[in-house]
């Protein structure tokens, strides 16, 4: 199979840091090309699905504006300029639980959305969590902190109570290899 190409790229709109969106032109293997493909930038960001020594699951029961009611979440948040993946990781789990994990494993990179961009999502699964200091989240949402059993966490996955498919995602693969 061979790849598309990106011939061309004019920014529509530049809103904020958190978006811009481009117009491409796209060149396709059999020679033909789309002269107006959407392509959208958004920060790349990341989930962790921290487990905790006694092997509770952290997650948050909150409120999105994206979503109707409340939701359950695991820690998230976008990657600063030049910050790696994992090191934005460990900082939002620390801003947003006050723990910290001895135990990182990388659960991939993923495209939002394989043909419009929004962004690449950095998985990972922290073991060992232990709490080291208050939270210190610089998030809008009210959150309530949990700690689920690992039965607890797959009964509220199954049940559609991480209403975000990135969360859903996450806790899905955690659960899988914790």
């Known amino acids: 199979m061979?790849?598309?190409?990106?011939l061309h790229r004019e920014v529509l709109l530049r809103h904020s840091k958190y978006l811009t969106v481009e117009n491409h032109t796209v060149g396709l293997p059999d020679g033909s090309v789309i002269s107006d493909w959407n392509w959208i930038v958004s920060p790349d960001f990341i989930n962790v699905v921290?487990?905790?020594?006694?092997?509770?699951?952290?997650?948050?029961r909150q409120v999105k504006y994206g979503i109707e009611g409340d939701t359950l979440a695991v820690v998230g948040g976008?990657?600063?300029?030049?910050?790696?993946?994992?090191?934005?990781?460990?900082?939002?789990?620390l801003e947003e639980t006050g723990?910290?994990?001895?135990?990182?494993?990388?659960?991939?990179?993923y495209r939002v959305d394989t043909n419009h961009g929004a962004g690449l999502a950095h998985?990972?699964?922290?073991r060992g969590a232990q709490r080291v200091t208050e939270p210190n989240s610089d998030d809008l949402e009210e959150q309530e902190l949990l700690q689920l059993t690992r039965a607890?966490?797959?009964?509220?996955?199954?049940?559609?109570?991480?209403?975000?498919?990135s969360w859903a995602?996450?806790?899905?693969?955690?659960?899988?290899?914790?």
Not at 78 to 93: D, F, H, I, M, T
Not at 152 to 165: K, T, V, Y
């Open 2 to 6: 061979q790849p598309w190409k990106t």
């Open 123 to 126: 998985f990972f699964l922290a």
């Open 50 to 60: 921290a487990v905790t020594e006694d092997a509770r699951y952290l997650c948050f």
């Open 99 to 109: 723990h910290t994990a001895p135990d990182w494993s990388s659960l991939g990179t």
């Open 169 to 178: 995602t996450i806790l899905a693969m955690a659960l899988l290899r914790s």
């Open 78 to 93: 976008y990657l600063e300029p030049g910050e790696e993946p994992l090191v934005a990781a460990q900082r939002e789990l």
């Open 152 to 165: 607890e966490a797959q009964a509220a996955l199954l049940a559609g109570q991480f209403r975000g498919l």
